[in-house]
């Protein structure tokens, strides 16, 4: 499957809604919260549209260089594991790289066994545990990239 990564705009905060509630490991931000985040100056959300024209998925980041963080990250259930994860990581880390970002942070669920491999695919290394971080329950891994 081929994705076309491209900045998202209010319009698809219903869509990045609904794909975020679908799994247990995105962020759940409502519509209105994720409008919010699109609108923020320090962030910036990226949409991957699949060539059959619905959106496949999306990912945010906050960024004041040189540093930046991962906030949320997520692909529709019915694109899984077709590759618009890896695009749509791949090209917010060029954005970033391009920006003067050299450090990129996130946290996962450390039963997140997905996206743990594929940031390890992408270099991103374990940095710190935060226990009991997701409703004082699972533990998060905190993860480090260098740019
Ligand atoms: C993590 C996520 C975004 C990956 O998206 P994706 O489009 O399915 O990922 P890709 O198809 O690009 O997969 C790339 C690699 O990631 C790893 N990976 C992806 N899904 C996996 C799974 N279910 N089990 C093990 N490894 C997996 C593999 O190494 C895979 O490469 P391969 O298919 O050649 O083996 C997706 O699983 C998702 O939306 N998960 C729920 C939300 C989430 O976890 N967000 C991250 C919060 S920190």
Request: glycine share 6%.
């Amino acid at each position: 499957m081929s994705v076309i990564i491209s900045l998202a705009s209010a319009d698809d905060a219903p869509a990045f809604a609904q794909i975020a509630a679908q799994g247990t490991f995105a962020a759940r931000w409502t519509a209105v919260a994720f409008a919010d985040e699109i609108a923020q100056n320090a962030a910036r959300v990226f949409k991957a549209r699949a060539d059959s024209g619905g959106i496949a998925g999306f990912i945010a980041f906050r960024f004041v260089p040189p540093a930046a963080e991962l906030t949320n990250f997520a692909v529709a259930q019915n694109f899984l594991r077709r590759g618009a994860g890896t695009a749509l990581l791949t090209y917010g880390l060029d954005f970033l790289r391009k920006n003067g970002v050299e450090e990129l942070t996130l946290e996962v669920n450390v039963n997140n066994l997905a996206a743990a491999a594929l940031y390890k695919k992408f270099n991103f290394k374990q940095t710190a545990v935060r226990k009991k971080f997701y409703n004082n329950s699972d533990d998060a891994l905190v993860m480090k990239a260098v740019l």
